[in-house]
């Protein structure tokens, strides 16, 4: 691991695109996602780099997927005579933490019919700039081999608290909380681990992106890497870029 961590200068690339079906436009697309000040450093090169890859990956998946759905639906509501709006995906980040040696965000990509939300989904990523790779879960656990089985256990009386305030989950909650847990689905910031599960998994639509915060814990864990220490902060939150 480099003894410095990587100098990160962070702004919005951004993209739109339409696509037509006789004339009329039937889905558009808006992204903006994180990218770096190019640096001579191949950790800021390949921190860009993915999320160039995701933003294409993203619009080969509109062109692909929501395109044909959309053109379908223009085509049902013409011959119908009901008026048609196009259809609409976005992508847009936020930046949670950002400190000399880590910086932690996520993703949202939104499908939006009739100016509806349809679909969310959330990625995120916990970048150590010393070694210029993202970070695993099990990283904020060290020495802790079944640290899961416990994420899981305070995650089910973290669902009982919210039920018993009125949150409305599925009768199967259990059950998708133990299939639906990723460990890739967490970001950090000054103040502890946040967890989350996507859109549907454990809830209806009203629940949007179900999320639990885990605060730092030095004895128990979750707790910072000595590498990425979070002692000093400078702690960027609600910030979205959409």
Known sequence: MNKTAAALSLHTAEKERSWLSEGTEVLHLSMRYPDAVQVPDR??????RYYRDLAHSYERYCARFLLPAAKGDARAKCSASRPFAAWEARLSWQLVCET???????????????????????????WNLYDGFPMRLSDFFPGELFYRHRLLKQLRLAILTRQSEGVV?????????????????FYVDGKG???FYQ?????DEHCGTPVFFFPWNEEKGPCPTKETSLISLDIRTDE???
């Open 240 to 242: 979205t870029y959409s």
């Open 43 to 48: 950790r800021i090169r390949r921190f860009s």
């Open 100 to 126: 000399e040696g880590l910086v932690s965000l996520y993703i949202d990509t939104q499908e939006l019919q009739d100016g509806r939300l349809d679909n969310q989904l959330r990625r995120a990523d916990t």
């Open 169 to 185: 989950f599925r009768e199967d909650w259990k059950k998708q909380l133990v299939s639906c847990f990723k460990s890739e689905n």
């Open 199 to 203: 859109m549907y998994s454990l809830a």
């Open 193 to 195: 681990l946040h967890l």
